[in-house]
């Protein structure tokens, strides 16, 4: 996704979540997901940030999984 539509992914991601779900997004270390995780949180989601590499050996690429569920009930 582009810079200009990360808070309409993550306004998706906020609707669309059951109260029990999970979301799994990755992205490949993009400058317009950087603020994914901010928007995510600022629509009220628990979120967690996992470095990966996908691909083979001499072919890596370096990227991070989003894991995002809505917060616990205290």
Same mark, same amino acid.
Request: glycine share 8%.
């Given at each position: 996704y582009e810079l200009r539509l990360t808070g309409?992914?993550?306004v998706f991601?906020?609707?669309s979540l059951a109260p029990d779900?999970?979301?799994l997004v990755t992205d490949t270390d993009r400058h317009s997901a950087r603020p994914f995780r901010w928007l995510?949180?600022?629509a009220?989601?628990?979120? =967690?940030?996992t470095p990966? !590499? =996908?691909g083979d050996p001499g072919n890596?690429? !370096?990227g991070f999984l989003y894991?995002? =569920?809505h917060p616990a009930d205290g």
């Open positions: 309409a992914v993550a991601v906020q609707k779900g999970l979301a995510l949180e600022q009220g989601l628990s979120v =967690t940030v990966v !590499k =996908t890596r690429h !370096k894991r995002i =569920t």
